[in-house]
Structure formats: structure tokens, C-alpha cells
């Protein structure tokens, strides 16, 4: 195959795709720096939130990305949505959410503009990872993927930012939601004018749909996208249409194999630790480093959001690829989770700041971005939105799990770590062992035998 171009189209294409998991990394952060804003007592500027309040609002971004994810291939189905129109009404929940949040008074209706942002975030994690692997150049399928969860913590961090900023400059919090809603006009006035279909969803479920497509070809898109250099050697290539991951030996995965490891690899995620390090970060270390605590939960946030770019070169199989990448990922948090609950238990809060910076790290490079990347691949084409909204069902429930579960489970095992919060952490290793026992088993980027 010739080596594939960067022209600007596939480059603007994927930039407009990205803003769809930008918005929901901001969605996720959005709130966080703004806590006090929330629940202060003073009369100036704050809404008088509870605690439990708060946790109400922020859940309802939860409880909407939950929904969408599980019931969008559905709707999309009965609606004969295409990946571009998807992400249309991703862009357009994101911008009824954003005006909603930025003239909200009351509790209501923050929690129904958050409901909104997250019914857009559910639909976008699905869409996103399908989408920019449909738009790539094969031999670029696994950078071009990376820059999903990429996107996702650029969105976390700017949102921080623009949170912070807010509170240090004491002015009106409603500008963070704001910018949502401004990001999500610039995404839907893109998707109307200039942004395509993808090539991939025309050749497969639009046909399946019945939908006769009256723009361009899939082959007219790829030619658009890729330059006509490589659409040329597209054309001689007969394997264009299946999945990287199963072009040595030319077969399609089974939708029960390829849904099994969908599921492992996205309860991986979040059964990994991570979230219970980046929800309760301040919380875990307050009681070994309390001066410290706040200062190193901004360092876990930094390293998160950098050591996302290090996969985009490492995830092509003549290099670590994706396989390695999980597996490294799995097995060091394993390893680091049983140091950090080790150093929690014996009171050593730099060994406990070291272990947490390190466990995000890790997480980033492997159990972070690749199950996103290898979600089209190892699903049968024509049912790889339906594998999707499963798998990404899944990963949103498993968060929910973590959230909820963490701190009375914490609470519990404190009878047997002198409340220290350490053993907790041992069960997060054992998790993440079993996992990268599964992966080594299950997982080849050869391909899964139907």
C-alpha cells in the first residue's frame, strides 16, 4: 500500500470528529473546580448546594451518557443516522446543555442540563472511536485513534483551567458551560456545511438500512480524505474493507469474541483504579500528606493528560502495539497498586504520591486509549455500532460502580488497614492481573477465530 497522506481534509475531518470526545472530557471536569460556587453559604454568586446536592448533579451527567450509549445504536437504527448525523445530535445536546448550565439557578435545572451533556457524551463516546477509525488511512488507523483519548483529556484539562481561572478571578461561573455551548454551535455548523460521511458506515449499514446515499461514494470520500495517490492503491487493495486487525488472515471476527473482548477491555478501564485515584485523589492522600494532597492531585491530572501522546507512537504493531500496550498497562497498575497500598498502610506519603503520579501514568499509555482504538477492529463491520454502544454501555455502568462503591468499600476494609485506606488498593491489583490474564489469553491483534 502507498504510504498514506495527511491531506487537509482527512486532517480537518478528524479535528471535527475529536471535538465530539473534547466535549466529553469537558463535560466530565466542567463542575469539579467550581465546588465551592456550588455549595458556599455566602449570598453572592452561589447556589446553596448540599453535598449530596452536588453529587446529585454531577451523577445526572452519568446517568445520560449511560442511556445514550445503550440505546443509540437502536435509535440510530429505527432513525437511519448516519456517524456524521450522530455526532450532529451529540453537538446539538452539548449546546441545549451548555445554555441550560449557563442560566441555571436552580437544581433543577442543573441537573437537567447535565442529564442534557451527558445524553450528548454517551452518544459521542460511542461515535468517536467508530468514526475516526473509518476515516483513516489504514496504516494510520492507530495514531489517528490515540487522538480520541487525547481529545478527552485536553477537554478534562481545559475545563480544570477554566474553572480555576473562574474561581480565582471570583467572576461568573456560568461562562465555563459556556464555552460548551460555544464548541458545540462551531461542531454543528462544521457537520451542516463542509464535514462527510463516513466511507465505511455507506459501504455497510447504510446499505443494510436502505438508505441510498445521494453525495459522493464511499470510494469519492476515501479519494477526498486520503488524496488520490492512496485512494489508487486503495482500489487495487481488496482487503480495504476489513478490519487492520484481521487483514493476515482475511476473516471477520465474530461478533460474540469481539463483543467479549469489548466488555473486557472496557470494565478494564475502570475497574483498573483510575477513577477511584482521579475522583478521590485529595480524599485518599489527605490522610498521609494533607498539606500536600491538593498540590499532587493537580500533578496526577498533568501527568494524565501527557502521557496520553506517547501510545500515538507506539500503538503500530512494528513498534509495541496494541497488545503490549494493555498488557504493559494492566500488569504495571497491578504492580503499582499493591506499592501504593503498601505505602499507605506503613504511613509513607512519598512512596503514596509516587505510586499514584506512576499508576496514572501507566493507565494513560495503555488501559486509557487503546480499548478505543481496538473497538471497531474487533467487531464485524456491519455490527460494529450495535458492539459499541454495548461495550460502552458497559464502561459507563462499571463507572458508575467505581464511583459509588469506593468510599463505603474504603470505609470498610479500614477495620483491617488501620483505616489508612490502603487494602482497598489490593483489590485493584487483583483486578488488574485478572485482567491482563484475559487479554494475553483472548486478545491477538492477528485476529480472534470466529
Known amino acids: 500500500m502507498a504510504g498514506a497522506m495527511l491531506t487537509p481534509a482527512l486532517v480537518g475531518m478528524v479535528l471535527w470528529v475529536a471535538l465530539g470526545a473534547f466535549q466529553f472530557g469537558y463535560g466530565i471536569s466542567e463542575l469539579n473546580a467550581l465546588h465551592e460556587r456550588f455549595t458556599c453559604s455566602d ?37 437511519k443516522l448516519g456517524r456524521r448525523q450522530g455526532l450532529q445530535v451529540s453537538a446539538l445536546f452539548f449546546l441545549l446543555g451548555g445554555l441550560v448550565l449557563g442560566t441555571s439557578q436552580t437544581a433543577l435545572s442543573l441537573g437537567l442540563a447535565r442529564f442534557l451533556q451527558g445524553l450528548g457524551a454517551g452518544i459521542s463516546v460511542v461515535l468517536v472511536p467508530l468514526y ?23 477537554g478534562i484539562f481545559v475545563a480544570q483551567a477554566g474553572g480555576t481561572a473562574v474561581m480565582l478571578a471570583k467572576s461568573n461561573w456560568h461562562r465555563v458551560p459556556l464555552i460548551s455551548a ?34 459522493p461514494s464511499a470510494s469519492g470520500l476515501r ?19 476489513i478490519p487492520p486487525a484481521f487483514s493476515t488472515q482475511h476473516v471477520q471476527p465474530s461478533f460474540r469474541d469481539g463483543l467479549w473482548i469489548v466488555a473486557l477491555t472496557q470494565m478494564a478501564q475502570q475497574f483498573s483504579g483510575v477513577n477511584a485515584i482521579l475522583y478521590y485523589s485529595t480524599s485518599i492522600l489527605s490522610s498521609v500528606m494533607p498539606g500536600r494532597a491538593g498540590t499532587v492531585g493537580l500533578l496526577i491530572t498533568l501527568v494524565n493528560a501527557l502521557m496520553t501522546f506517547p501510545p500515538i507512537f507506539l500503538v503500530a504493531e512494528d513498534r509495541l502495539g496494541r497488545r503490549r500496550l494493555l498488557l504493559f498497562s494492566t500488569l504495571s497498575m497491578g504492580t503499582l497498586c499493591l506499592v501504593l497500598a503498601y505505602s499507605m498502610m506503613h504511613d509513607n506519603a512519598a512512596l503514596s504520591a509516587a505510586a499514584l503520579v506512576t499508576v496514572i501514568a501507566c493507565f494513560s499509555v495503555g ?47 479500614g477495620a483491617y488497614d488501620g483505616h489508612t485506606g490502603g487494602l482497598v488498593f489490593v483489590l485493584f491489583a487483583l483486578f488488574n492481573f485478572l485482567a491482563g490474564y484475559f487479554i494475553a489469553r483472548d486478545y491477538h491483534y492477528e485476529g480472534i477465530q470466529p
Open 43 to 79: 449570598a453572592l454568586g452561589c447556589l446553596h448546594l448540599s453535598e449530596s446536592g452536588f453529587g446529585g448533579v454531577t451523577v445526572m451527567f452519568t446517568i445520560g451518557g449511560t442511556v445514550s450509549s445503550l440505546a443509540y445504536s437502536i435509535i440510530a437504527r429505527l432513525a
Open 182 to 215: 460555544g464548541i458545540a454551535a462551531v461542531q454543528l455548523t462544521i457537520g451542516i456545511f463542509w464535514a462527510i460521511e463516513s466511507p465505511v458506515w455507506l459501504e455497510s449499514e447504510s446499505i443494510s438500512l436502505g438508505i441510498v446515499a445521494s453525495g
Open 132 to 154: 475516526l477509525k473509518e476515516i483513516s488511512p489504514p496504516e494510520l488507523s492507530g495514531e489517528i485513534g490515540i487522538l480520541n483519548q487525547v481529545a478527552v483529556v485536553c
Open 223 to 241: 479519494r477526498r480524505l486520503w488524496g488520490m495517490s492512496e485512494y489508487e492503491a486503495i482500489e487495487e487493495d481488496d482487503s480495504v474493507d
Open 367 to 413: 488501559l486509557g486509549p487503546i480499548p478505543f482504538v481496538i473497538l471497531p477492529e474487533v467487531l464485524p463491520s456491519q455490527r460494529v455500532s450495535t458492539g459499541s454502544s454495548i461495550g460502552l454501555g458497559i464502561n459507563w455502568i462499571s463507572n458508575i460502580i467505581v464511583g459509588a462503591t469506593f468510599p463505603p468499600l474504603r470505609t470498610a476494609l
